[in-house]
């Protein structure tokens, strides 16, 4: 399974911007997919997630409320909604996947990972 992150860019404070996530293979919808961001010297820092069937996605304490995800198991994508941008969501954003279905909130919980997308956001 190959996953391609794409829609990262530099925004203003306060903005929005909206990343998707491709993936290959058939398998994509049984797959837990979730989003982290990292950042250089820190540890992989959870986004949000989502089950197979898309329902109750749950999301990190830093970004409730402001970040959405959703998932199109027809099209094989994942995006991430980001609204209200703040300098400190500054990041390298990746897809993950988990081919148990479980998922969680914790980088090696996951099989897979995309190369990963910049996201600057300007104060």
């Known amino acids: 399974v190959q996953l391609q992150a794409s829609g990262g860019g530099l925004v203003q404070a306060g903005g929005s911007l909206r990343l998707s996530c491709a993936a290959s293979g058939r398998a994509f919808s049984i797959y837990f997919m979730g989003w982290f961001r990292q950042v250089p010297g820190k540890e992989r820092e959870f986004v949000a997630g989502i089950g197979r069937s898309g329902g109750t996605p749950y999301y990190g304490d830093s970004v409730k409320g402001r970040f959405t995800t959703s998932r199109d198991n027809a099209k094989k994508t994942v995006d991430l909604q980001m609204n209200s941008l703040k300098p400190e969501d500054t990041a390298v954003y990746y897809c993950?996947?988990?081919?148990?279905?479980?998922?969680?909130?914790?980088?090696?919980?996951?099989?897979?990972w995309g190369q990963g997308t910049q996201v600057t956001v300007s104060s």
């Open positions: 993950a996947g988990d081919r148990t279905g479980i998922g969680g909130r914790v980088p090696n919980e996951y099989d897979f």
